[in-house]
């Protein structure tokens, strides 16, 4: 169990800078909710899991930690990679796991950056 919510999205970091889809899954309750706005929501843990496995295998991502804040149950991550890439993250912590997770960053940057396929709508 983690003191305080900052304390969990350090190690959150660390586990998404080591493309672990397994363990980071392990950091979030069974029903929780990971919006990343410029996606539909993913809702539970094991549909969490698959959205970081699939993420992973395709683009090298690393986050890099610009600061973490802390309100009460929640940590706040502003974040940047090598490429230039920023964004935030809302993290509501409840009972040492993550209940809901928000992001906000610039897709079609970051669909441009890993050479990925860009949406057609």
């Known amino acids: ?14 586990l ?3 493309g672990n889809a397994a363990k980071i899954a392990e950091l979030y309750h069974t029903d929780a909710v ?9 809702v539970g843990k ?11 295998e395709a683009a090298d991502m690393v986050c890099i930690v610009e600061h973490i804040f ?4 929640w ?5 940047k990679d090598p490429l230039g890439l920023r ?13 809901f997770q928000r992001g906000y960053w610039d897709k079609l940057s970051f669909l441009r950056m890993h050479n990925l396929p860009l949406p057609t709508k």
């Open 46 to 56: 094991d549909a969490i899991q698959e959205m970081f496995k699939n993420e992973f």
């Open 70 to 73: 802390e309100d009460g149950e």
């Open 16 to 18: 998404f800078n080591q």
């Open 1 to 14: 169990m983690y003191k305080s919510p900052k304390q969990l999205v350090e190690h959150w970091v660390d």
């Open 75 to 79: 940590a706040i991550l502003e974040w």
């Open 87 to 99: 964004g935030c993250g809302f993290f509501h912590i409840v009972d040492g796991k993550i209940k």
């Open 34 to 42: 990971n919006h990343q706005v410029t996606n539909e929501p993913v």
